[in-house]
């Protein structure tokens, strides 16, 4: 049986694909959804991206002033003053500690490349920290004077250096120096000592090495350290607005002159 020539019209129309408008509509609208996707991704990718670098630069911040901090509060200490003396515990050492009980040192070569030096002694098994994070692992009993110098590295092709440490524990040496945190771009060291004619230790005045004398040494009661970083925001074409550094600052009370100074 012949169906309609009707019907089989409208099954004809029914049949019908799409016209090469149609299907070009269609191709612009998905490159569109998907050109909007691709942007989201690669935001959510560059925002992910600087947040993992801006924590790595807060906790290489935090390693180094807490390094640094740590190693100059222990300024100046030496354990049982029974058996022990300052006198003892820090004497001369030739012109890099040239007087005796001082336990502070350091230089400002320029450009903000400064070097600080810390002593302190420690007793075995006592846990006192040095620039390196180890501690004295000898027998009780058995004294060991730190000399602590922090400096920065030579740069890198990426113009990036190291906070380093070099520890001298009164072996033979050579004491070679330790990376300790990268990206840093420079170190300045400021020394609050007390020059007023009075008898407690209150800093009155924060002086570069350079402008350090003799006597100064001996009376530091605060170090101030200033680190810059590169910023790790910043592309090598330098994105406006952003600054090429951050800087950190901050004071640290030497912990043999913190509080009020006797009188007598």
């Known amino acids: 049986m012949k169906l309609p020539t009707r019907s089989s019209g409208r099954l004809r129309l029914r049949q019908r694909g799409l016209t090469l408008v149609e299907m070009t509509v269609t191709i612009l609208i998905a490159l569109f959804l998907l050109a909007g996707l691709f942007s989201m991704v690669q935001s959510t990718r560059h925002t992910y991206t600087n947040q993992t670098q801006l924590t790595q630069l807060q906790d290489s911040e935090r390693m180094a002033m807490t390094l640094i901090t740590d190693v100059v509060q222990s300024a100046g200490y030496f354990p049982a003053p029974q058996t022990n003396t300052a006198i003892g515990a820090f004497p001369i050492v030739g012109t890099t500690w040239p007087a005796a009980l001082q336990v502070i040192n350091g230089t400002a070569p320029g450009g ?62 050579p004491f070679t120096p330790t990376n300790l945190v990268y990206g840093v ?4 060291v400021f020394y609050g000592v ?68 006797s009188s007598t």
């Open 112 to 173: 903000n490349l400064d070097t600080l030096s810390v002593r302190f002694m420690t007793n075995g098994g006592d846990g006192i920290l040095n620039c390196l994070g180890t501690t004295n692992t000898n027998p009780v009993g058995t004294y060991v004077t730190y000399t602590n110098t922090f400096r920065l590295s030579a740069p890198d092709a990426s113009g990036n250096r190291y906070l380093q440490c070099t520890l001298d524990d009164g072996g033979a040496g």
């Open 185 to 188: 771009q420079s170190m300045h």
């Open 194 to 261: 007390h020059r007023a004619a009075t008898t407690d230790n209150n800093v009155d005045t924060y002086l570069v090495a350079t402008d350090m004398a003799a006597t100064d040494w001996q009376n530091v009661s605060a170090v101030r350290v200033v680190l810059t970083f590169n910023n790790p925001l910043v592309a090598p074409s330098s994105k406006v607005g952003q600054d090429k550094t951050i800087t950190f600052d901050r004071v640290i009370a030497v912990m043999n002159r913190a509080g009020e100074a």
